[in-house]
């Protein structure tokens, strides 16, 4: 069975950082795109990065570019997402998921870590 | 980017009825679209990817059909478990983006 278990969320100061995990199971982690999805309060879902399988080729929404870095540990089976220099706007329920043909589409998704950054 | 709009933004049915939700891209995506169901507090569920494969286990009342840039999500006789909002998705391209959701409520 597919298990992604999210890790990492809390109440962050603006300007901070936080490192999220995404632990996984029940595949071979290190041939799937994951990807980083959030969701600010009452609001839609937002892409925030994918990171291939295999080649591990990173890609970032423009509203995150330069602040949040993916990365993942295939020997853990553990996906990261490293957030810094947080704003209030970062603020949200970040979801990680297992990505399907070539990262298009999200067949397995975690509950989701909450996210703050406010002072 | 690619622009995802969604129409109806909330939509009141009745059980039973055949209830069509509707997404235009901003250019086309061929048939690179999924579909997905959230319900609050609870992540994501996929419903339909490449515009009209229904993903394992979903149930037969929905479908999805369309191509280029007008895509169109059914779900024929609304069940009392399908009260939730929907979003799509396109994959065409990065940056992926997704459809604001359609709130299926009920009348």
């Known amino acids: 069975e597919v298990q992604l278990v999210e890790s990492g969320g809390g109440l962050v100061q603006p300007g901070g950082s936080l490192r999220l995990a995404c632990a996984a199971s029940g595949f071979t982690f290190s041939t799937y795109s994951m990807i980083w999805v959030r969701q600010a309060p009452g609001k839609g879902l937002e892409w925030v990065s994918t990171?291939?399988?295999?080649?591990?080729?990173?890609y970032y929404a423009d509203s995150v570019k330069g602040r949040f870095t993916v990365s993942r540990d295939s020997a853990k089976n553990s996906l990261f997402l490293q957030m810094d220099s947080l704003r209030a706007e970062d603020t949200a329920v970040y979801y990680c998921a297992r990505g399907r043909d070539s990262s298009g589409w999200n067949d397995h998704w975690g509950q989701g870590t909450p996210v703050t950054v406010s002072s | 980017d690619i622009q995802m709009t969604q129409s109806p933004s909330t939509l009141s049915a009745s059980l039973g009825d055949r209830v069509t939700i509707t997404c235009r891209a901003s250019q086309s995506i061929t048939t690179w679209l999924a579909w997905y169901q959230q319900k609050p507090g609870k992540a994501p569920k996929v419903l339909i990817y490449k515009a009209s494969t229904l993903e394992s286990g979903v149930p037969s009342r929905f479908s999805g059909s369309g191509s280029g840039t007008e895509f169109t999500l059914t779900i024929n006789s609304l069940q009392p478990d399908d009260f939730a909002t929907y979003y799509c998705?396109?994959?065409?391209?990065?940056?992926?983006?997704f459809g604001q959701g359609t709130k299926v409520e009920i009348k």
């Open positions: 990171i291939t399988g295999g080649s591990d080729i990173p």
């Open positions: 998705q396109q994959y065409n391209s990065y940056p992926r983006t």
